[in-house]
């Protein structure tokens, strides 16, 4: 699984970002190793999965955004799944349609209660949802942290999106220093590679 960076990335609660200090995050964020995502000439559809819009997917675009916090890695696969069946379907390979994972907010701290207040007070009532639908989110100590993209990975997903919910440099830093040595990798084709990539 590759990691990416969401851009553009804020800080919840420090208001947005001025053009230069984007432009500076993004060089920084660069030099962690981590990928960053612009813009190209491919449709790519944002969706949660619904029925509805995974059928459009398969006939109209060229990929699929899905979102990390309205899907944990098992709704993933079976939305992927269904995906796949449209794009047969259609006469489209599965193989050649992309997707990718966005809206994954990252946190790696030590502290339980950290964590337990980002959920609870930041990202529950930012999004409207109970914090203990959100526990299959990467906020918290490095192993959890782990083991939640590795679920991802189990799942299928080849490249997720993290959204550092605060002070965004160092937790890449600390991500790809504590997390990414300790998932599973691939090679440019989608297979097994050893060595660590993000």
């Known amino acids: ?3 990416g960076v969401h851009l553009p990335v804020a800080d919840l609660g ?3 970002p001025t053009a230069a200090a984007l432009r500076d995050y993004v060089r920084a ?3 962690t190793g981590f990928e960053t995502v612009a813009g190209n000439d491919h449709l790519r559809y944002a969706s949660w ?3 509805e819009r995974l059928r459009a997917l398969a006939a109209d675009a060229d990929g699929w955004i899905a ?4 899907a944990r890695p098992s709704a993933y696969a079976a939305a992927r799944a269904t ?11 599965p193989a050649g349609f992309p997707d990718l994972i966005a809206t994954v907010w990252l946190q790696v701290t030590d502290s339980a209660a950290e964590a337990d207040a980002l959920l609870r007070d930041v990202l529950g009532p930012a999004l409207g949802r109970d914090p203990a639908d959100l526990v299959h989110l990467p906020v918290g100590p490095p192993e959890h942290c782990a083991r939640v993209l590795a679920d991802y990975a189990a ?7 993290l959204w550092p919910l605060r002070d965004g440099l160092r937790q890449l830093h600390r991500c790809a ?4 040595p300790h998932l599973p990798t691939t090679d440019e084709s989608g297979g097994a590679d050893r060595s660590p990539r993000v």
């Open 67 to 70: 979102s990390g916090y309205n």
């Open 83 to 93: 995906l796949d069946r449209h794009l047969r379907a259609a006469g489209r390979d």
């Open 177 to 180: 220093e504590e997390v990414a």
């Open 155 to 161: 799942a299928g997903a080849r490249r997720v999106l």
């Open 29 to 31: 964020a660069r030099d």
């Open 14 to 16: 420090d208001g947005l």
């Open 1 to 3: 699984m590759r990691l």
């Open 49 to 51: 999965g619904s029925p």
